[in-house]
Nanobody, 114 residues
Framework: AQLVESGGGLVQAGESLRLSCAAS???????MAWYRQAPGEEHELVAS????EMPNSVKGRFTISRDNDKNTLYLQMNNLKPEDTAVYRC?????????????WGQGIQVTVSS
């Protein structure tokens, strides 16, 4: 797999999780953003390393960061709420001349119980 996600699971409301998205350290693939999709909902951008924009629903609770040495993207999620329940997926890109390839992680389930 180009991207390996980890860190999801089942937690109670108010708890925290940290998601990780690791690309090969020697690759030119750059993990860039986290998306999520809840059942019956649209695919939603949660956070991007290139932009400070994020949904109001996660502002102040979620933080995105990247360790360039490890080529790993993180999503720290604090004070989780049941409405954060979704499959979270990492997005990465790879520049190839004028072209940009896009890669997606396999998706990781986050379930928050009330």
């Amino acid at each position: 797999a180009q991207l390996v996600e980890s860190g999801g699971g089942l937690v109670q409301a108010g708890e925290s999780l940290r998601l990780s998205c690791a690309a090969s350290r020697s690759s030119s693939i750059n993990p860039m953003a986290w998306y999520r999709q809840a059942p019956g909902e649209e695919h939603e951008l949660v956070a991007s390393i290139t932009s400070s924009e994020m949904p109001n629903s996660v502002k102040g609770r979620f933080t995105i960061s990247r360790d360039n040495d490890k080529n790993t993207l993180y999503l720290q999620m604090n004070n989780l709420k049941p409405e954060d329940t979704a499959v979270y997926r990492c997005k990465a890109d790879e520049q190839d001349g004028i072209w940009t390839r896009v890669y997606w992680g396999q998706g990781i389930q986050v379930t928050v119980s009330s």
